[in-house]
């Protein structure tokens, strides 16, 4: 199992404007997930992005995925004060010891 | 279509008592985790079932005792509960290890 590492650790910007957020793994990969924690409340899953696939979007969200650099960065364009949460990434590799290893996240403050 | 339920939603022990914690579902999923969320730890896997009648041990499976006689119930047990589990439980739900989680709202315990 690997841990995903997020970057920066905390990340502050005005209302419209994008925000993007990194993830940096060790080993090769299945797949990589991008999940939103708001305060005090459960993960949700955003998008999950195989590792033969090299960007994908969802809404206001653009994933992005590089194997060679072992990397993600996830873009969220026009933020809103509603995207204030934590993001995790979850880099999955379907080898021994296969559960995810969660990082501590980046957390994104959107200022009205 | 509540998903994944978990109660109660807010604990105070004192430290020796015991509890449960019980995480349901309505989704029809495998694979059900117990973690734990502490600050500047992040999700801790604590124990993980991938079918009814099956548990495994996580990260820091210590302290804590789990069942899964059904399929939908997953529970978590503390028999003498300490300080240090003071934290946010969280259960989550799925597929497969590398397929989308899909969490609860989490159960806040505090032990005294």
């Known amino acids: 199992s690997q841990q995903g590492e997020e970057d920066p650790q905390a990340l502050s910007i005005q209302e419209g404007e994008n925000a993007t957020m990194n993830c940096s793994y060790k080993t090769s990969i299945n797949n990589l997930q991008w999940y939103r924690q708001n305060s005090g409340r459960g993960l949700v899953h955003l998008i999950l992005i195989r590792s033969n696939e090299r960007e994908k979007h969802s809404g206001r969200l653009r994933v992005t995925l590089d194997t060679s650099k072992k990397s993600s960065s996830l873009l969220i364009t026009a933020s809103r004060a509603a995207d204030t949460a934590s993001y995790f990434c979850?880099?999955?590799?379907?080898?021994?010891?296969?559960?995810?290893?969660w990082g501590l996240g980046t957390s994104l403050a959107v200022n009205p | 279509n509540a998903g994944v339920t978990q109660t109660p939603k807010f604990r105070v022990l004192k430290t020796g008592q015991s509890m449960t914690l019980l995480c349901a579902q309505d989704m029809n999923h495998e694979y059900m985790y117990w973690y734990r969320q502490d600050p500047g730890m992040g999700l801790r896997l604590i124990h993980y079932s991938v079918g009814e009648g099956t548990t495994a041990k996580g990260e820091v499976p210590d302290g804590y005792n789990v069942s899964r006689l059904k399929k939908q119930n997953f529970l978590l047990g503390l028999e003498s509960a300490a300080p240090s589990q003071t934290s946010v439980y969280f259960c989550?739900?799925?597929?497969?290890?590398?397929?989308?989680?899909?969490f609860g709202p989490g159960t806040r315990l505090l032990v005294l």
């Open positions: 989550a739900i799925g597929q497969g290890f590398g397929e989308t989680q899909y």
């Open positions: 979850a880099p999955y590799n379907a080898g021994n010891n296969r559960k995810l290893i």
